[in-house]
Structures are given as C-alpha cells and as structure tokens.
C-alpha cells in the first residue's frame, strides 16, 4: 500500500461472542480525505468503527495506523495515538458540564496541550463557549453533536470516525455539523464517515465503501458510488439526483 | 420536649461518622456499581489498628499513618483480589462478595487482634463541652472536623482534577468514558482506595470514643449504606446528608424513646427508603439547590 495510507484495515474480522458482524473487511483512508462507509442497518458499520477504535477485538484481520498494526493495542494507547470515535447517538456526559466534557476529551493528555485544544475547539464553536458551565444533557441535539465531535478533536486526533452525525438533527442542523465534518479532514487527519443521510455523505466525502451484512460489496469515489444502484438500495431510494442541493 | 435540640447535637457528631462511611460507600457505587458492604469493616480495621498500635506505646500520628496504610492497602487488595478478577460476574454477585470480604476482614481482625476491645485516648485529653443541657466529648469536634475535611477533598478532587471528571465519566457512560482513554478498572480502584482511606479516618477518630472490637464495623457500615441511600446512592453530598439524618434520627430515638429501639428504627427507615424513594429522598432536594 502507498506511504500515505493513514488507516488501512484488511481482512478484519470481528463480532459480538459467536455473532461474527464483519467477514474479512478491507478499506484505507488516507490523509486529507473523507470516505464514507454506506451500508443497510446491521450491516456492521457501527461495529467496524467500535473495532479500530478498539471498543471491540477483532478475532481476525488487522488495523493499520500510518502502516503499523495496532490490533492488539488498548483503547488508551490507540486515543493517544490519535483515533478518536465519535459514537452513534453522540454519547455526551449528561451531568457533566460542557467544559468537563471537553476537559475529557484530552484525558490523558498534557495541561498546555488541553489547554491549547480548549481555546480551539471555543473559537470553532462559539455556542459551546456559551453553555460551558451547563449540563451536556442539557443541550439541544445539534449542540450535542457539536460537543460529541469537540470532545473528540480534544485528543488530536488523526483518524475521525464518525457513526452517524447527522441522526435525529433538524434539516438547517444537519447542514451546520456537514460544514463542521467537511473541515475536519486536513494535512494529517482523515475520516470515515459512516451516515444514513446520502445527500450529507455524498456532499462530503471523497470516496466510499458499500458495507453489506459485514463484506465490502463494492466502493469508489463518490461520485461514482451514488449512482450505483446496491448503493442507491441501501439506501432505500433516498438519495437525491446528482446536482440536486440538500438544505 | 426541651431536649430535642440536645438530642439533635449528640445525632449530628455521631451522624458525622456515617457521613464519611455513606460518602465511600457512594464514591465506590458511583463508579464500579458496587455496594461495598466490607466498608463498614475498613472502619473497624482503621480504629482497631489505631487504638491498638497506641496501646503499644506508638505516638498516635504514627498509629493514625499505620491504620490509613492498613485500611488503604486492605482496600486495594479486595479490588485487586477480588472485585477487579470477577468484575465479569456481575454487580449482584460483586455485593455478595463484599459482604465475603466483610466477613474475611473481621475474622483477620480477631486473629491479629483478638476478641476485645481496643482503647485510644481522646485527642486533645478528655474533655466534654456542655450544650442544650447535654455533655458531648470533645473528641467529636474531631470526627466533624474530619467529616468536613473529607467532604471538602472528596469535592475538590472530583470536580478540580482530571481523575475526578474520569471517575464521573465512568459513572455516566463507562464505554464512552473508556472511548476516552479512560481506563474504567483503574478509576474503580481509586474509588475504592479512596473509601478505605475515608473509613480509616472515620474509624482512627472515632476509636476514642468507641472502643473498637473486630465486631463494631458491620452496624456502623449499615448506617454507612442507609445514610448513601437515603442520600440516592450516586450522590456524595447526599451521602453526606443522609449521615447526618441517620444520626439525628437515631439519636432522637434512644432520647425520646429508648435506645432499645434505636437500629429498629434506623434500619426501617432503611427498608422504607428503598421501599418508597428507591432513588433517595435527599438527592432531588440537593439537586434543586445547586
Ligand atoms: N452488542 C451487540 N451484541 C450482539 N450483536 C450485536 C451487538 N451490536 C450489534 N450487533 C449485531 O451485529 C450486526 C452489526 O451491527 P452494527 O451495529 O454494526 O450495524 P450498523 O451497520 O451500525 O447498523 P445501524 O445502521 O442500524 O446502526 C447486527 O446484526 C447486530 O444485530
Ligand atoms: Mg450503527
């Protein structure tokens, strides 16, 4: 594989005790892009995002990061190397004030460099810095996500996975958490998006993955990928036609 | 009638006591989901090799060191040994084990230390102090003294440092918290390493006004857990609260009633709280207030 590949997973195989989720998946994201995982429900995108976060081990296959196998590595090593999850339903900490969630999100990390990130992740998100002393549980679901995904790049992360960001958020949010995800790849990051909403996948990513009951089926750039109809049917006819602008 | 508020002093210094058992049995719950009924028993170990190493001719600081590094290393080990290799078994069977460990503690305690009861002075020598037309032993400034210092480090580490946030974070969503690099097992450690410290405390100043046997932790460690839920188990203010209620209610009991009546009591109040408000009574009244 190239030098460039930040992430390359290749014949992962991995599951819940006996229920095996993924059969042998392969799949690279590279620094700079966005590549989105597209696939029915069950068909283990959450799993396979929880397993190079390292939620799960995987009982086959490996995880590379920038070429070196961190299979057998524990969720903190893998947090500090730069792999941050952001889960399916934001997972915030309820009771725990904003600023606590982000405080936690560079657990582990120097004082200076947490507070370097903090000044960061306020500058992007000025709503954020207005409810810093209230409950996450508190804030609406936008503000939730925004919150789950500042947590996150409080680790400085290099590898983003995101489980469906744009779930359960208003049509104007949906739009707002796209332009945040769409500025999150850069010289050193990359991400995998996994989403539900096609217009919000295919708007951002470079290149995607159609994920089918745990084997890759087939993938490609964008562009390419939307107009494939095992995409389109996993889709459920939901994917707006080619030009069409998403608001 | 006019003695009440006599009774309400004596309720409040000896409450202070289940303040500080509630407040670890609270911090462990929080974080591991674990009801430590052994905390009881970290008391009794504190007192008993803090009024028996004095009894030996040691200066008390260096019986009060010896008892916290006794209880601290006792505490460790029940979470090494036991609660961490059979965290799989699940929190049901993680209680009973602690109550095996409550009845382990004890059974060393009578082998190291024998059957009796073990004597320490009062700190500052003995004095009592006259209020509300009853006399109350100096010693039990000292118990609210450390009561208060240990609400106030308790407090101060679970919202200034960043082991404090980890341990609320497990306590709110380990897997997300583990998502963070947040080691769960390690930060159930602390918890507990942190309760037997508190209950070492508790029992080193309480020794000199009762004198421990190997026996004395298994009461004071159900007040401990009345007072944790009557405060809503999750809740170290509320743990601190519900001790002091369990002492005033006990010591309103014997006062007004008798003292025969007065573990019925506490222990129904007990059952009636987990019966009525399973969530706690004073946790929805602390939470509106801050
Ligand atoms: N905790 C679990 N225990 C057992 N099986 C599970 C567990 N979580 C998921 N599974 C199973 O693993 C398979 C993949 O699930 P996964 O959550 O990865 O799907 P998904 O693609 O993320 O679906 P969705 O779009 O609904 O989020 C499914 O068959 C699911 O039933
Ligand atoms: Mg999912």
Request: hydrophobic share 50%; net charge positive.
């Amino acid at each position: 594989m190239s030098g460039t590949d930040l992430l390359e997973l290749s014949g992962l195989v991995a599951g819940y005790g006996r229920i095996e989720a993924l059969h042998g998946v392969s799949l690279t994201v590279r620094a700079g892009e966005v590549v989105c995982l597209i696939g029915r429900n069950g068909a283990g995108k959450s799993t396979l995002l929880k397993t190079v976060a390292g939620l799960i081990r995987p009982t086959g296959g490996r995880v590379l990061l920038r070429g070196e196998d961190i299979s057998g590595r524990p969720m903190p090593w893998r947090t500090r190397a730069g792999v941050a999850l952001v889960p399916e339903g934001r997972r915030v900490f309820a009771p725990i004030s904003v600023h606590d969630n982000l405080l936690l999100g560079g657990y582990g990390r120097a004082r200076k460099a947490i507070a370097a990130g903090l000044d960061d992740i306020y500058a992007r998100f000025p709503r954020l810095a207005e409810r810093r002393g209230q409950p996450a549980g508190t804030l609406s679901g936008g503000e939730q996500q925004m919150l789950a995904i500042g947590r996150a790049l409080m680790a400085a992360p290099s590898v983003i996975l995101l489980d469906e960001p744009s779930l359960g958020l208003a049509p104007r949010i949906v739009g707002e958490v796209g332009d945040i995800i769409a500025g999150l790849a850069g010289a050193e990051a990359g991400v995998l998006l996994v989403e539900q909403d096609a217009a919000v996948a295919f708007r951002l990513a470079d290149r995607g993955y159609l994920l089918d009951r745990g084997h890759i089926i087939t993938s490609g750039p964008a562009a390419t990928l939307r107009n494939d109809a095992r995409v389109r049917s996993a889709y459920l006819g939901a994917i707006p036609a080619p030009g069409e602008q998403h608001h | 009638m006019e003695h009440i508020p006599g009774y309400v002093l004596i309720g409040l210094s000896t409450g202070t006591t289940y303040a500080v058992i509630g407040l670890g049995i609270a911090l462990v719950y929080q974080v591991s989901g674990i009801i430590n009924f052994a905390q009881g028993d970290f008391v009794m170990l504190g007192g008993l090799t803090f009024a028996f190493t004095a009894e030996q001719g040691a200066h008390p600081v260096v019986a009060a060191a010896l008892a916290l590094t006794v209880t601290a290393g006792c505490g460790a080990a029940l979470h090494l040994a036991v609660l961490a290799p059979a965290r799989d078994a699940g929190h049901d069977r993680l209680i009973v084990l602690t109550i095996g460990a409550s009845i382990l503690i004890q059974g060393s305690a009578v082998l190291v230390f024998g059957a009796d009861q073990h004597f320490a002075a009062p700190f500052g020598g003995d004095r009592q102090f006259q209020a509300f037309g009853v006399s109350i032993s100096a010693q039990y400034l000292w118990c609210a003294a450390a009561a208060a210092a240990v609400a106030a480090a308790v407090w101060a580490l679970l919202s200034r440092s960043q082991t404090g946030r980890a341990m609320r974070a497990v306590a709110a969503d380990r897997e997300t918290a583990r998502l963070m690099g947040i080691a769960p097992l390690r930060m159930g450690l602390i918890a507990l390493l942190l309760a037997a410290v508190l209950a070492g405390i508790g029992g080193v100043v309480l020794a000199p006004i009762q004198p421990p046997d190997a026996t004395a932790g298994v009461p004071l460690g159900l007040k401990g857990f009345t007072a944790a839920v009557l405060g809503g188990l999750t809740s170290p203010l509320g743990a601190i609260a519900g001790g002091l209620v369990v002492g005033v209610v006990e010591a309103v009991v014997t006062g007004l009633v008798s003292s025969g009546y007065r573990d019925t009591i506490v222990y129904g109040l007990l059952v009636a709280v987990l019966l009525v408000r399973p969530g706690g009574l004073l946790i929805a009244a602390v939470r509106e207030r801050l």
